[in-house]
């Protein structure tokens, strides 16, 4: 059963230690991302992973006629909907299939409160929600690697303890300055990596 105190790892490291090209692909996700290191790339290649093995096997079933498959596969589709890496419509266990790292990415809390215009960098995001100055409802968040489902976008907002709640606060004043030379519109999500290697 093991000690709770020494958890077993939640993600797979890469096979070879020192591939360049992965290498090199894995340094640009993190400093589009603002993730910390690539424990946290790793985690969401294995979230992705997971998904995609569950797809393929549903898929084996479904050929075979399982009826029970049918069921798994619309709660599959409906969580990965829900959770807004898939978009909505009528998904397929195909674009499933057809994710790439970067749809998981871009769920995190981090990425999401920066593509809101909460924030001025993936970065400063990520402090702000490790210092508690954001919240989704009336609940503090402080866990930047959190996939927040699409229905609670909405509710993401500045927590009304924190002192950015304040419309005057001076980095408020900052980041509106920045997106009005923007254009006034919060930033759009970047364009997929070349070559990204996937999962």
Request: no cysteine; aromatic share 6%; net charge positive.
């Amino acid at each position: 059963m093991g000690d709770p105190k020494f958890l077993r790892r939640r993600y797979d490291t890469p096979k070879h230690p020192w591939e360049a090209l992965r290498m090199e692909e894995e340094r640009k996700l993190l400093e589009r991302y603002g993730l910390k290191n690539k424990r946290e790339l790793w985690k969401a290649q294995s979230v992705l992973r997971g998904f995609r093995r569950q797809a393929r096997e549903l898929q084996a079933l479904l050929r075979a006629g399982n009826p029970q498959a049918r069921r798994e596969t619309d709660a599959l589709l409906g969580r990965l909907s829900r959770l807004g890496i898939l978009s909505v419509g009528t998904p397929t266990l195909d674009d499933v299939l057809a994710l790439s790292t970067e749809d998981v990415l871009r769920r995190r809390l981090e990425w999401v409160v920066f593509a809101k215009g909460l924030a001025p960098t993936p970065k400063s995001a990520r402090q702000w929600i490790v210092h508690g100055h954001l919240s989704v409802g009336d609940h503090r968040v402080r866990r930047p690697g959190t996939l927040l489902p699409s229905a609670e976008e909405s509710r993401l907002a500045y927590s009304p303890s924190s002192p950015l709640a304040d419309d005057g606060h001076a980095l408020r004043t900052a980041l509106r300055d920045r997106l009005e030379r923007r254009g006034g519109s919060p930033p759009a999500p970047p364009p997929a990596a070349e070559g990204e290697v996937r999962p």
